[in-house]
T-cell receptor, first 113, second 113 residues
């Protein structure tokens, strides 16, 4: 079936550290891939997306590249801030799956000053 | 201004009661969704409506019944509430297009006591 696996958290970092959250997917077909962020007490916000192989999504200093050969969409940020503390979700969406957005389990990131 | 709005934001109720959560979107999207987020932040889709027609109906107890009076509204009614129904429920909307992400509401935290 179609699924997303992302690295387990929690992840705790110091400010200005480099952040990587691994995400791999299994899909029958060519999904669109997304990263969503959920700040404490809020709903989910789209952080970035990529719709085909080798596309790079970027937003707010975060980047992720759609790697078809490794079925991956790892999220990276070069220098995190305290305000980046949140839960990050990798997700895929596939036409053959009724366009349903399927999420990974989420990774909690805490950035300390 | 709010794109996807849910009410109420918090709901505390006793076991056995019946309650409803309302959702409205002003984005002109043709598809709306209900997701359940458990205490470990895991997100699971429950229902989806496209132009008032049910298109996704995951394995959800019959006590949960969605209703879509028009494509801008999707309400969730829950009968005979149980302790295990305690969670955060998110409404979302999108266009049926695999390249597009969803827009989420801010969530309804349901606590059954």
């Amino acid at each position: 079936g179609n699924s997303v696996t992302q690295m387990e958290g929690p992840v705790t970092l110091s400010e200005e550290a480099f952040l990587t959250i691994n995400c791999t997917y299994t899909a029958t077909g060519y999904p669109s891939l997304f990263w969503y962020v959920q700040y404490p007490g809020e709903g989910l916000q789209l952080l970035l997306k990529a719709t085909k192989a080798d596309d790079k999504g970027s937003n707010k200093g975060f980047e992720a590249t759609y790697r078809k050969e490794t079925t991956s969409f790892h999220l990276e940020k070069g220098s995190v801030q305290v305000s980046d503390s949140a839960v990050y979700f990798c997700a895929l969406r596939l036409r053959s799956n009724d366009y349903k957005l399927s999420f990974g389990a989420g990774t909690t990131v805490t950035v300390r000053a | 201004d709010t794109a996807v709005s849910q009410t109420p934001k918090y709901l505390v109720t006793q076991m056995g009661n019946d309650k409803s959560i309302k959702c409205e979107q002003n984005l002109g999207h043709d598809t709306m969704y209900w997701y359940k987020q458990d205490s470990k932040k895991f997100l699971k889709i429950m229902f989806s409506y496209n132009n008032k027609e049910l298109i996704i109906n995951e394995t959800v107890p019959n006590r949960f019944s969605p209703k879509s009076p028009d494509k801008a509204h999707l309400n969730l009614h829950i009968n005979s509430l149980e302790l295990g129904d305690s969670a955060v429920y998110f409404c979302a909307s999108s266009q049926v297009d695999r390249y597009v992400g969803y827009t989420f509401g801010s969530g309804t935290r349901l606590t059954v006591v």
